[in-house]
């Protein structure tokens, strides 16, 4: 890595703004709204950059988002400033080396592909043909909250075996934490409503750490944990059911939202049903569900031609490096054909890659196929915002939209005739 072999010499913050100008007069506005300009800019001009807005330095060209990924003994998760573990405590998202392996390593098997097919595709199946089922009739929706985060908290009740909580409960759960994530991201202390959705859901976790192996993830991870305790095994589903509710709604929201702005790609996607993956790899691409990912320089090093000081905050932006033009030519479009749009890094790289990426990328495909095959005319509502925001997590506020009811068109009479009434 560039800098290991001499000693680094770091500027002093103080002259960084003059160093790193575009990344001065960035704010978190532009970073929560259509943050892609003023990202395009800071890869073609200052791919390392120090931004005071987020009172670090961020990094948007592909190669070197990669490399600082890979690279866990200079740019490591475990921080007392992560914001995840200061919702949840310490856990496989937070913790590096032997420790990190020690808390993944009980989890990984269920959510290996092989496992994931066996083992969900029918509960994916059958879950999101119930959501569908129940709003089928109305004609519209808001399809974020009526079938993609109920769907995603519904799988990941059942991977970790607490079915007994309500489904909107957990949301609620899920949201109070996400809430607090992002306070902290900005700045701001972590919130009590995300202190409070943690004790809760910590709560509901409870009977499952003491259930029979063979009967949840969580049971499983539990009874092999490694010398884990049961908080610490808590801990790491909180992370789990917070990723697998996270990242699988913003997919679902963001690439239907892609499809139905896209004519010429949802007609291909209904005319070749084949092409959904690629629609769906190309959407997250283009919105990955967490725009960013944090990480803290162990020691003084070099980056892009950046000084970082040591324990300095390094944040990695996906959404940068899923566009970076010297991998996805014509990065702003959107084309489900795209040859190379796996190779975008919306489930992060190296050792923290996304554990859930293959349930997520099932419950999309599924969710998508299903949307456009049981909702006929499936189209956004007059007057919906279907953009995405969000400083971490990225997907619409609300996605409302409109399809045709059973039964419509409904019979007209014909005027010509006289009434018989």
Not at 254 to 272: G, I, K, M, Q
Not at 370 to 375: G, M, Q, V, W
Request: net charge neutral.
């Amino acid at each position: 890595m560039e800098g290991r072999d001499a000693p680094v010499l770091v500027a002093p913050r103080e002259g960084r703004a003059a160093a790193f100008p575009l990344g001065a007069s960035i704010t978190l506005d532009d970073l929560a709204g259509d943050p892609h300009p003023v990202l395009a800019r800071l890869r073609a001009h200052e791919p390392v950059s120090w931004l005071p807005a987020l009172g670090g330095w961020m990094v948007t060209r592909r190669d070197l988002a990669m490399q600082v990924m890979r690279d866990a003994l200079t740019f490591t998760v475990d921080d007392p400033r992560f914001s995840t573990a200061q919702v949840v405590g310490p856990s496989m998202l937070s913790l590096d080396g032997d420790a990190h392996r020690r808390h993944r390593d009980p989890f990984a098997a269920p959510f290996r592909l092989d496992a994931v097919r066996r083992r969900f595709t029918g509960v994916v199946a059958d879950e999101t043909d119930r959501l569908v089922d129940a709003v089928a009739p109305a004609g519209e929706a808001d399809l974020r909250r009526a079938v993609a985060g109920p769907l995603a908290a519904a799988v990941m009740t059942v991977a970790l075996g607490f079915e007994q909580a309500r489904v909107d409960a957990v949301l609620r759960w899920y949201d109070a934490i996400v809430g607090s994530v992002t306070a902290i991201t900005a700045g701001d202390p972590p919130t009590e409503d995300g202190r409070r959705g943690y004790a809760a859901l910590r709560a509901a976790l409870a009977p499952a750490l003491h259930g029979d192996p063979d009967s949840s993830l969580l049971a499983a991870a539990a009874g092999r944990a490694g010398g884990l305790g049961e908080e610490r095994v808590a801990s790491n589903a909180a992370v789990l059911l917070f990723g697998g509710i996270e990242t699988t709604e913003g997919m679902i929201a963001n690439a239907v939202a892609h499809l139905l702005t896209h004519p010429p790609a949802l007609a291909a996607v209904r005319a070749e049903p084949s092409v959904l993956p690629g629609a769906v790899e190309e959407s997250l691409r283009l919105e990955p569900a967490a725009a960013v990912v944090d990480r803290y320089a162990t020691r003084a090093t070099a980056l892009g031609g950046a000084r970082i000081g040591a324990r300095e905050l390094v944040v990695v932006s996906i959404a940068a490096a899923n566009r970076d033009p010297a991998v996805f030519p014509d990065p702003d479009a959107f084309d489900p054909r795209r040859a190379n749009a796996k190779l975008h890094l919306a489930f992060a790289h190296g050792p923290h890659v996304c554990l859930g990426m293959h349930l997520a990328r099932l419950e999309a495909h599924t969710a998508v196929a299903r949307l456009l095959e049981r909702l006929p005319g499936l189209r956004l509502a007059p007057g919906g915002d279907p953009r995405p925001r969000g400083l971490v997590f990225r997907k619409p506020a609300e996605l409302r939209v409109a399809w045709d009811p059973p039964g419509y068109p409904q019979r007209i009479p014909d005027s010509s005739k006289p009434d018989r009434s």
